[in-house]
Structure formats: C-alpha cells, structure tokens
C-alpha cells in the first residue's frame, strides 16, 4: 500500500515529531547542564514482572539517556505490600537527588492504584497522575499533564490543525488519556494551561453507536482512545477531518502465527476521506515517552529552582 | 401567562424540590443531634461589602438555621490583605468546632482567589472549590461537589429525567460550574461520584452560533450556566428535551424603573417544545443553597467520625 492520491490524508508522522521534540529535548538538557545544573533525573518503580510492563519502562529509559536524563529503575518483586511500595516512594519523595518519579501502571490487584497515584510528590509526580496535579489541570492552571493527552496536544499543535471553535470528539472517558484529552481540548487558550478552545464532545461505551456516528460525523477532530479495532470506519469520518488514534491492540497478522498492534481507526479506509491521521504504531505512542522526558526536565528545572530558594533563605 | 396546552413543559420546580431536601435534611440532622452529635456549623467569611454578595450570605444563613445548622459570618473589611484572609482560613481550618467553611466569592481584585479556595482545608470545603476536591470530582473518587452542579444532578435525579447514553449540551466552561456539570454528566455511573453517563458535548464562548445551535437540536438536555439571556431560543430546542437554565441576569422589566431576574433561555417561548424546563427564578437556584447544606452536613458528619478515630487512636 502506497499513497496514491493527492486527496489521501496527510499521516501525521508521530515518529518524527517526537524525536524532534527529543532532539530539542535533548539540546536544551545538555545547555542546561552546562550552565551548572546537574542532569534531569528520572526514577522507575516496576512492581512485577509483566511483559508489556517491562518494554513501556525499558523504552522510557532509552529515551531518557537519548535526552541526557539520569534514569534508574528500581524493580519490586510482585509480592510487594502497599505499604512498601508506599514506603519506595517516600524515600524517592523525599530524596533530593530524584527528580521525576513514575509508577508503571498497572500496579498488581492487592494494590490500590489511586493510593499509589496520589502518594507521589505533586511536584515530582511526571505521569500528573497525582489528584492535586489532575485538580489543577482540570481548573487550567500550570500542571504537569499526562503524557498522552499532552501529545495528543503537541502533534495538534505541531502539525498546525486548527482546533479554535472547532468540533472535537473524544471517544472514550479514561481518567488518564479521554478525560484530561477533553479538558485540554474544550478550555480557554489565555489561562494558564493553554486550552485549544475547541467544542468538544466526549463520547464513551454508553454513547449509542448511532449517537457516535452522527458526532463523529461534524466532526473536525475525532480523538479516539478506546482499544477496539475498527470503532471509527470510513463513513463516519467528514472529508477533511482530522483522526488521532490512541487505541492500541494487539491482533492477528495476515502471517500465520504474527500479530500486529492495531488503533481504533479502519486506517486504510478512513485515510482515503481524513485530511489528516496518526498510524498505529508510529502516532501517538512515540509521543508519549517524548512528553514524559519533556516533564521530567520540566519538574526537574522547578525543584532546582525551588532548591535554590530554599538555600538562599537558609542563608539570610 | 398560565398552562394551556397539554403538551407544555413541566416546570421543574426547584424551589419546591430544594424545600423537599431542607426538611430532609432538616430531620436527619435533627436525628444527628439527638444521637448526642454536637449540631453541625458553617462559618462563612464576606470580605467587603457587595450588596449581591451580602444577600447570598443571609441567604444561606437562613437555609442553615433552617435545617439545625449552627452557622456564623465573619465579615472582613474590603480593605483586608490576602494573608490576613489566609490567617483567617487557617485559624477556622484548626478549630475543631467549625465544620464547613466557605469563603463569599468574588473576593477583592488584590486577592488572589485560587490562593484563598486551596487554602480552605480540603475537608470542610463546602464549595469543593479547593484544587485537591476539584481532582477528586474529575476522577470520580467521593468528593465535595460544587453546590449547583450537585443541585442540577440532584434536579435531574429527583424529577426522574434519563440521562444514559442521553445527548447532553453543556453551555458554559466556568470552573464553578460549567466543568464539573459536564463532569457529573459524562462519567460512569459505577464510579464512586455516581456519574450520569451521558454523552455530554461543552459549548463555550468559541462555539459559532450555527454549531451551537446544531448540537442544541440533538441534546435530549441542555443545560445552559452563561448569563446571556435569549441565548437559547425555541428553534434549538428538539421537542420534548430537558432545560436546565442556571443563568442568571439582571434586567430591566416592563414596569418602569423596575427590574427582574432572567435566565440564558427563552422560557415563554422554549417551554412550548420541552419537555421539562428550570424557571428562573426559583430553578436552579433554591438547589444551589440547598445543596450547600449538604455538603456542610456531610462535611459535619465525616470530621465528627475523623475525631472520634483520632480519640480512640489517643486513648490505645
């Protein structure tokens, strides 16, 4: 399959602009630690030993020494109590030297995921996961976002998609990418989160598939994060939207015995009407990893300078 | 003007809805206190002197002593400083013989009024304005909900008014009410914040008038939080729909030198399509002060139980 005609949506390449934005990263990273600083640091905690688990932090890791980021992965056996993690995460809360601190989801079911979430520093908190950092996005204001919705946000942004008074579906209300994809989408672009101002109409299991279509089908911008291959076809879609596709599944291949990592989105069809689309892989997924280095060196820039203050005061 | 036609809307009457839920209340705390609870109290703090300010306040106060709350206005001179304010806030936040505690919005132009809403302690914000309950809402955890958009889902649930997989149009973004309406509407129903499922989309300021107006004509609901009267007129409505009208504004009425209060919608005219329709006034707001009770006898009842573990933590 080749691009063929000259109408075919435009793929949004999120390969290249994440690595573009880790090339900036990394630019910026390297000046600041000639200035002095030392390097952004980045602390993983890995509770068990889940395959899909240990590839999202072994890949988080490369990006970080790719940008200059110190990375460190601490892995806790699956039979870890909640009161150890939670004791693992107090030392890193309270450790100067620890910058960013992320928990990889999900944590094993005797665990209770929003305890852990919410027993993170705010201000090393780098997945925003924390209810402090979701209560600030959710009032616009200055916060570290997850790094999918702020993907999501940058490839928009970068690739220049109009989103002002536009309409925008979210398809799915996940508290880590649907509903802070919604917010970041829907607010004010003169408070201090930088709303894209567009209408935005958040879809979910319980929307009718009838009620769906007819949605998506004014829509300037679908954003779909679902995890079911084939939900967003061809005659849903308005020529000239705009498609970005955080689902993720794994399905069979053509090849007997392979398997493929699929979006939500009939790729091939729907390309042929959208005025722009992201691939699965190579979309929003890249994008992820590139966000959560740009909120470590972000948290890291913020604590230094808040450690600065604090030595000036202890000095006068 | 009376009911004529059959097919009219049922005025959802909030002032008869929100007396129903004073009296409950109003018996519930009274059994509270009869257990030998001490009566559950509200302090609110007025800085300055606005009239319309003033006027809610006594209002409130009145609902309180209605219900068996024992409540108390602390009124600051318009000339008070942001950290005099915040020594007031934190002096209430220690006392354990206050409960709620709401700070009068708006406060003077020097003060900063994020400051002031996080510095009320989390548990005994009866507004839910503080960033940390803001968090909790948009992640659907239990939480102190802002007293109107709580009054709108208890409108929607009291007079019966389906919401699943419903098309609900939320007009208006504000973070006191817009929001965490549309957050109340969309999320899942299964979750501890009891969310309605809806598929909700949020017009704002940015929305064009023709789009508006295209998303109107689908809702099963619209609820409409602007001050803009006229906003919705007969022709968006679908027939049979839901109106909630939280706008309020003031304007001038037939009489001369006299004025009256108005909402965002059409209301003669709308009523004639809806189904169920919010008169202002006597809709939404009577809910807003009512709801506030309850959050304030919520609050109440979760520190009583938090001091009486701590008392027995003492005493082991």
Redo the contacts between chains.
Sequence with gaps: MQLKLSQEAKIIDGKDIANKIKDELKEQISQYVAQGNRSPTLTAILVGSDPASQTYVKNKMIAAKYVGIVSNTIELPESTTQDELLNSIKKLNMDTGVDGILVQLPVPNHIDE?TICNAVAPSKDVDGF????????????KTIVPATPLGVYELLRRTEIST??K?VVVIG?S?NVG?PT??LL???GNHESRGL????????R???PE??R??CK?ADIIITAVGKPGLVQRDMVKPGACIIDIGITRVAAKEPGKTKLVGDVDFEEVRKVAGHITPVPGGVGPMTVAMLMSNTFMVAKTLAKARQVNNCNGTN
Tied chains: 1, 2.
Excluded at 130 to 139: D, F, K
Excluded at 197 to 204: E, L, S
């Design positions: 929003r924390n209810e402090v950092n979701v209560g600030r996005l959710a009032l616009d204001m002002f008074g309409n209300r508290k509903m919604a917010m829907h607010t004010d101002d567009a209408t935005v109409t958040i879809c979910h319980n929307t009718p009620q769906l007819r949605h004014y």
